[in-house]
């Protein structure tokens, strides 16, 4: 496909844009990944720690569908990632300052909920600038670019914390907030369409109809409802896979917490990065339907290795195939569903809606993951989760027929401008 000729607003517009999405990945997770180390070292307990986690993460899952309904509706989208930025890091600096239960958990909530909202701006954003023929190609660039933020965040956070405590972490964090704040503030509000944010307009630059399609547009989408379907089942095995498997390494003696944690963050996103590159231009080429198909054949394999290989070396391949199936999935999903909603101006609360699916299978794998590991050992539990993933594939070559017009080419939309599935 070739890209359409950009504006001088819209070029201008990507460079932050991108940066944005470097940025943000740190101050997204903020102390996240360190919180359960800093709130042991202060005395807290395995099951507070956890509960307060659970609360975070609950508010988060069930606040990214509003949070994309209010992105469709705001003509401000910058702001949704400004003030959000800022309260990610003020609720972060809170718990260096007290670690009362009710403080903590009133942080994590306020984390959860701010970062609820960016992801769904971003994307909107990118969608406004760039439309939904360069959304794909765009939309690659960003997650290649947030997968390198992540691991440049964690690689720095490790170190930091390691030479100078965990106070370090934090302002690490406030300086990716203010960077990302930056970044957002240098992307001119006129370049962002806010009709062809939400899915209103054509790639000509014609609006669809004017008027947004009610809620119950989510509900009658069929390839909508078999995407989210499909990734719950997926999520379901795949969210304990790496916490168990970190448990199994170093229960079995074969290598060190703290350099297992560095490593399969490092080679996960690592391998993100050309994926989600490699996803673009499949996706260009062969519509999203295959991307998806291979991103959902990942888990089962990574079970099937995770439960053969329990050592240090094993954190490889078991990584590499993570990468591959959430690098694939990070570009894909979101071309997806603004694709199959184009034209109803919800693309963005169904963005959020399918998040909170995933978000719920991911949060209900850790319990049933552990579960299991309690019961029959961890070889068999990984083999379990991967068997998850099953259902996925099932669910995409049952329907494969109602599937793959949805998940066509991306540049359908400029040859046909209609939508490609949200009247399914």
């Given amino acids: 496909m070739i890209d359409p000729p950009p504006s001088r607003l819209a070029e201008r517009a990507l460079w932050p844009l991108q940066c944005l999405n470097l ?63 800022i309260c990610t890091v003020l609720a972060s600096g809170i718990i260096l300052v007290s670690q009362s239960f009710w403080l903590v958990a009133a942080s994590q909530v306020a984390t959860a909920v701010a970062g609820a909202a960016i992801g769904p701006a971003v ?41 100078f405590g965990f106070t370090a972490v934090f302002w690490l964090a406030a300086l990716f907030g203010v960077l990302s704040i930056v970044s957002v503030l240098l992307i001119p509000a006129a370049a962002i369409d ?3 944010a939400r899915g209103l307009q054509n790639n000509s630059g014609d609006a669809k109809d004017g008027q947004a399609g009610g809620f119950k547009v989510l509900l009658a989408c069929k390839p909508l409802l078999i995407l989210a379907a499909a990734l719950a ?9 790496l916490p168990l498997y970190g448990l199994a390494v170093v229960a079995a003696k ?44 990942a888990l089962p394999l990574r079970g099937i290795i995770a439960a053969h290989v329990i050592n240090q070396w094993g ?12 690098g694939l999935q990070s570009v894909a999903v979101p071309g997806l569903v603004a694709r199959i909603l184009n034209g109803t101006g919800r693309v963005n609360v169904g963005q959020g809606a399918v998040m909170t699916v995933q978000g719920l299978g991911a949060s209900l794998s850790p319990a049933i993951g552990g579960w299991i590991a309690q019961g029959v050992g961890y070889g068999p ?28 080419l991306p540049d359908d939309e400029a040859r046909h401008g209609a939508p490609a599935g949200a009247s399914t």
Avoid at 24 to 41: H, W
Avoid at 124 to 153: E, S
Avoid at 233 to 241: P, R, S, T, V, Y
């Fill in 123 to 163: 994307t909107g954003m990118t969608l406004g600038i760039v439309r939904q023929a360069g959304f794909n190609r765009q939309n690659g660039r960003n997650q290649a670019f947030n997968h390198a933020g992540n691991m440049i965040g964690a690689g720095l956070s490790g170190l930091l914390g390691w030479k």
């Fill in 381 to 408: 539990t990984f083999l379990i989760l991967g068997s998850f993933a099953l259902g996925s594939i099932a669910l995409w070559l049952g329907f494969a027929t109602v599937l793959k017009p949805a998940c066509g």
């Fill in 23 to 85: 940025f943000m990945a740190d101050m997204q997770a903020g102390i996240g990944p360190f919180l359960g180390v800093f709130l042991l070292a202060h005395g807290w307990q395995s099951g507070l720690i956890g509960s307060v986690m659970t609360i975070g993460g609950v508010a988060g899952m069930l606040m990214t569908a509003p949070a994309g309904a209010l992105v469709d509706t705001t003509k401000r989208k910058r702001l949704y990632v400004i003030i959000p930025g």
């Fill in 233 to 241: 089942c997926f999520h379901l095995g795949n969210g304990a896979m």
């Fill in 254 to 297: 074969q290598g060190d917490p703290a350099s297992l944690v560095a490593i399969t963050i490092v080679v996960a996103q690592a391998v993100m990065i050309v994926v989600s590159l490699i996803a673009m231009r499949v996706a260009e080429a062969r519509g999203y339907w295959l991307v998806l198909l291979i991103s959902f054949l």
């Fill in 315 to 326: 954190v490889y391949p078991v990584q590499v195939l993570d990468g591959i199936g959430a």
């Fill in 194 to 196: 806010d009709e062809a």
